[in-house]
Nanobody, 121 residues
Framework: QVQLVESGGGLVQAGGSLRLSCAAS????????MGWFRQAPGKEREFVAI???????IYAGSVKGRFTISRDNAKNTVYLQMSSLKPEDTAVYYC???????????????WGQGTQVTVSS
């Protein structure tokens, strides 16, 4: 069983930056694919970024070049550095862990509780 706890959300002006953290329990963190997803009011949960256990990463087109996912396996933590934030980035951000990396949220076994990110114009 893996438990995920996000932190680092908040209110920021457009153009600003935030770093989200997701701390995982369990000794098998390094073998899991870790993803960040987000969900805005009235919208479906969408893929933001994924880090494979071996370190490869992919990003949604809407955040590529602005967001960076990274992981520290020694600390069982995955990060999402967000820069040049836009009002349309406003959402609840969730981290997820799973055996298989996927842009489909239903493929992930473990989820955090979510952290709110609000970008004001």
């Amino acid at each position: 069983q893996v438990q995920l706890v996000e932190s680092g959300g908040g209110l920021v002006q457009a153009g600003g930056s935030l770093r989200l953290s997701c701390a995982a329990s369990g000794r098998t963190f390094s073998s899991y694919a870790m993803g960040w997803f987000r969900q805005a009011p009235g919208k479906e949960r969408e893929f933001v970024a994924i880090s494979w256990s071996a370190g490869a990463t992919i990003y949604a087109g809407s955040v590529k070049g602005r967001f960076t996912i990274s992981r520290d396996n020694a600390k069982n933590t995955v990060y999402l550095q967000m820069s040049s934030l836009k009002p349309e980035d406003t959402a609840v951000y969730y981290c997820a862990g799973g055996i298989q990396a996927s842009v489909r949220p239903e493929m992930y076994n473990y989820w955090g509780q979510g952290t709110q990110v609000t970008v004001s114009s």
